[in-house]
């Protein structure tokens, strides 16, 4: 066989849908930044449009580059041009629990935008390093660490922040929110396409946009466009000083980065089961890499490979796209194109993709993992509601000047009669603090004790039981700030949990066995479903 370098045409008729894909809804997730950072916490336009959006833009060409270049690799050493280039883009669920779990209670809580904008650029370093490293680790703890945990934790999250945000939001100006929210809905839920299969949430986004004008609501401002080209010296000098402010988040940014590693190996792993042999690991290290750069130019999400590589792969796209994407989005950082966007898309209209992504998260757990774990999930989301809970919370009694303290990140920051009266008034507010402080990681860890409990592996829960313990002790979770404190109550709950479980354990042969009829009842309804 003959080795050329024409054995991949640069750009082919399926490239197009390739193109639609990878770069519409790359910017949906643009314009969720943009609504967040400027529209809810009020970030300056200096740092949003010449930091966060030209970073995002940076990491994302260079991802889109490597991808068709290794792409080519295959092509080339396979000698066959029906290759496709991963799709590479934002991280949607990552971004979503930086947005809310990390980048706005901060800003909430050091009041003051370029503090914030500093510990995020940190907290997406970090990320970029747990990527890298997942490349090493990344197989290991997919085998131990039970998708149902996983995928219930990050549905929490969704449910809870985004479609709440979502539809509270399409509430808020129901003139404009509620028509377009049914036509995405057409597309999204009801499979609904129009003419030439255009997706009705394409025409609910644009025609929103339109619509929007028609009543007043927006207004087209050019006088914003021109170049952003951060200055990395700059931006790196606040990454540094934020490494001190992201430490009491860390319970939140390594296991969304943990979930974010093993999003792209599965999905790098989808590829290979369509025949293009991808290294997981190298795509793993090269997530990592760009979500860095990113980082040091003032981005704040991280990167990863998309879900989507079968749909291209069997429309005919090949490498081409990626490489065109990578360009566009590039020049639309930079040039200030987003600065546009931002003033015609009206917040209604963005609610839609809030709304969407979180039900397409909530409606994957469930769709992905075998139905005798959806307790597993269903207990993994619960922790997510005691974090909106007290964001809720402690907004409210911020206005009324009975918050103590400044970081809304640990379970001290009421005194204790202000803790007393809101459990007077019929708040639930009993534990709420507790869990709330590394609730991502408290929702895995009791997914995984439930989807073992499931299994009837009582050992196992108690090496889970055990996990939590330390992370108490060392104020990973349960904490206000990673301190060692071997009284921990939450610690010592662990522990005793753990050494019951082990118990049990031993006993299961005799004096602890699962009643066979209830077992064979649950059996015969699996068979049913």
Not at 58 to 76: E, Q, V
Not at 208 to 225: E, M, N, P, W
Not at 376 to 390: E, T
Request: aromatic letters at 12%; one cysteine or more.
């Amino acid at each position: 066989m003959n080795s050329h370098v024409g054995i991949v045409p640069f750009f082919k008729r399926g490239d197009i849908g390739g193109l639609t894909y990878l770069v519409t809804n790359n910017i949906v997730n643009y314009l969720i930044v943009i609504a967040t950072l400027s529209g809810v916490l009020k970030w300056p336009d200096k740092v949003v449009f010449g930091y966060v959006i030209p970073g995002m833009s940076i990491g994302l060409f260079l991802g889109c580059c490597y991808y068709a270049w290794m792409g080519y690799r295959i092509s080339k050493r396979d000698q066959r041009p029906d290759v496709t280039a991963l799709p590479s883009g934002v991280s949607t669920t990552a971004m979503f629990v930086m947005l809310y779990g990390v980048i706005m209670p901060l800003s909430y809580a050091v009041e003051d935008p370029m503090v914030a904008w500093s510990a995020a650029m940190a907290a997406c370093f970090l990320g970029g390093v747990i990527e890298f490293v997942g490349g090493i680790v990344g197989p290991w703890m997919k085998k131990r660490i039970p998708r149902a945990a996983l995928l219930g934790t990050v549905a929490g999250i969704g449910f809870i922040w985004m479609a709440t945000e979502g539809v509270f939001d399409i509430f808020q100006d129901p003139i404009l929110g509620l028509p377009v929210m049914i036509v995405a809905m057409l597309g999204v839920f009801g499979v609904y396409a129009f003419p030439k299969k255009i997706p009705p949430l394409v025409v609910a986004i644009v025609g929103g946009i339109v619509y929007a004008f028609c009543l007043g609501r927006t207004q087209v401002d050019f006088s914003d466009i021109g170049f952003y080209i951060p200055n990395p010296v700059n931006s790196i000098q606040y990454m540094i000083d934020g490494f001190a402010v992201i430490v009491p988040y860390l319970a939140v940014i390594i296991p969304v980065e943990i979930y974010n590693f093993i999003e792209t190996m599965d999905n790098v792993e989808g590829a290979n089961a369509a025949g293009d042999e991808y290294s997981v690991r190298q795509a793993q290290f090269a997530d990592g890499v760009f979500t860095m750069i990113s980082a040091c130019f003032g981005g704040v999400v991280p990167n990863t490979v998309w879900l989507g590589h079968v749909s291209l792969k069997r429309t005919g796209a090949g490498v081409g796209y990626s490489v065109i994407a990578g360009i566009i989005l590039l020049l639309a950082g930079v040039l200030g194109l987003f600065t546009v966007l931002s003033d015609i898309i009206p917040k209604a209209v963005v609610a839609i993709t809030f709304l969407w992504c979180a039900v397409d998260m909530l409606s994957q757990a469930f769709r992905v993992v075998d139905k005798k774990y959806y307790a597993a999930i269903g207990v993994a989301m619960v922790p997510s509601v005691a974090d909106f809970l007290y964001t809720q919370v402690t907004g409210a009694a911020g206005l009324a000047d009975l918050w103590t303290e400044k970081v809304a990140s640990g379970i001290n920051d009421f005194a204790p009669d202000v803790c007393q009266a809101l459990t007077d008034a019929g708040c639930m507010w009993n534990g709420v603090a507790a869990v709330k402080a590394g609730a991502i990681v408290i929702g895995i860890l009791l997914g995984t004790m439930v989807a073992f409990i499931i299994d009837r592996r009582l050992d196992k829960v108690a090496i889970v039981a055990f996990v939590g313990a330390v992370l108490s002790f060392i104020g990973i979770i349960h904490s206000a700030a990673i301190t060692i404190n071997f009284t921990n109550q939450w610690g010592i709950g662990y522990l005793i949990t753990g050494v019951v479980c082990l118990i049990l354990h031993f006993g299961r042969n005799s004096w602890c066995k699962p009643d066979e009829d209830m077992l064979e009842y649950v059996d015969d309804q699996s068979e049913k479903e």
